[in-house]
């Protein structure tokens, strides 16, 4: 009687109970772990919070929110659908921080992945004794992922700017920064994961076991399963950082510059920097944004002028890492690696600060922005891979031609190198076809009634690019027709899909990307 209570509470949640009844068979039933029906949740506040993401753009309502406590519950979840006649989409939610509901799932069921955390009883983030690699729940952030290793004194390499994001969901993408550019994504960062597939198999892979899934999964947008551990490597971690920028009214003598500073990138190349970015300054009151704070008070009228003289002024952003004793050291040793470069002459800052504080540099912003109620707001936003060979003709035509013309740019717009060298091919995550390419971030914030203005700014920009030739990717990608992912993935739609079949054939993993549904 129990078991038959929960299944027809689960097919209600679903709403089949009705296609299920009129099928009578009822003895057919596919079996249910009691546990699970227990943890389904259609409470307004939960189903109203799985209908939202960062980007306050898309709802998209659930039928209901699974909240897992075990790997366990999550493949009897999905089990439950795959085997049924009428199955029912599943979207893990790692925190939500998508902006184009990308981990939501219409009429489906939202796993909150968050859940999780609860249950493990202090086991989310375990470090092997030696310290050369941890063992991360899907649902760990890298927040938490920093902190527990660095009690340790190691950390992983590559990291995002934002560090409350899940492993789960930047591995589901790529996971880039500054780091990037050497060590290559956080997808090109891991060991081995365990995941389910739409199939409810529960399965561990890496580049030597069930190799296929292992790459699918890697910037395959939650499209093969639900990966509930990831194994990262762990290095020394430094101390403190030596963090630089450099501003530029020339973009060519930058982008030089970047590309020049990315070609020394050896894992253990000593002369090799630890970070690059770049980004553009204009007007928008201060030099200063939510991503970090840097430039010290007595500089911000300078540098608005300058702003406001060129227009658009552009940062790169170097980081180099060292211990307690080493400031002096790694101070010769920058200004070694700097000399030479074309920046503007007295436009460059510096500060060192304790490695843990620049990786969690974006939380103060964060909390700035929250204060003022501006961080739950709509996030349009834009993010492409340019190729090297065609970045001067999408600053000419982007930044200058359309952004700076616009002139509504709110929040950051990121601009930095990195080497295709660093990315595996076999992994799903799409970039441009050439050995350097730039990452672009137009991460703007708009109110609730001017969304539409970067909307349409966002949609210029990609028609410029597609009638110039110019071959942009998109990173964290959102289209709505399934040509456009055909074209997006290009080369790889092919085995894209057939992974497709293979791994998640009833198409239940991940809907809010539509791709397949
Ligand atoms: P969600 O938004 O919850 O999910 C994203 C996708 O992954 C969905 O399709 C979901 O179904 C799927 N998914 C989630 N968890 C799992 C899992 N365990 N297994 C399989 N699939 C899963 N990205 C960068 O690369 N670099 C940055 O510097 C960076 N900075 C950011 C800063 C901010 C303020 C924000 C909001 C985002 C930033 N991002 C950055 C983007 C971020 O990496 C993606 O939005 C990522 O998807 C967010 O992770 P999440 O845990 O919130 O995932």
Known sequence: FTAIFIISRLMSIVGISEHWNSMNISSKLPPLDVAIADKLSVDPSAVESASRDYGHIAKVVPKAVLHPSSVEDIAALVKFSYDN???????????????????????????????????????????????????????????DVLNATLKRGVAPVSWTDYLYLTVGGTLSNAGISGQSFRFGPQISNVYEMDVITGNADIVTCSPKKNSELFYAVLGGLGQFGIITRARIPLEPAPKRVKWVRMLYNDFTA??????????INGRRDKNALDYVEGSLLMDQGSPDNWRSSFFPPKDHKRITSLISNHGIIYCLEVVKHHDDQTEDIVDKELRQVLKGLSYMPGLMFEKHVLYAEFLNRVESGEAKLRSRGLWDVPHPWLNLFVPKSQIADFNEGV?????????????????????RQKWDDRMSAVIPDEEVFYAVGFLHSSGFDDREAFDDQNAEILQFCDEAGIRVKQYLPHFTSKDAWINHFGSKWETFQQKKHQFDPKMLLSPGQRIFN
């Open 399 to 419: 930044f200058k031609g359309i952004v700076l013309k616009r002139n509504i740019t709110k929040g950051p717009v990121l601009v930095y190198p990195m080497n």
């Open 254 to 263: 930058f982008t030089r510059d970047q590309e020049l500073l990315i070609s």
């Open 85 to 143: 006649p009428v199955p029912f989409t599943v979207a893990a939610k790692g925190h939500g921080h998508s902006v184009r509901g990308q981990a939501m799932a219409d009429n489906g069921v939202v796993i909150d992945m968050a859940s999780m955390k609860k249950h493990r009883n202090g086991t989310g983030i375990r470090v092997s004794s030696d310290g050369h690699y941890a063992d991360v729940g899907g649902e760990q952030l890298w927040f």
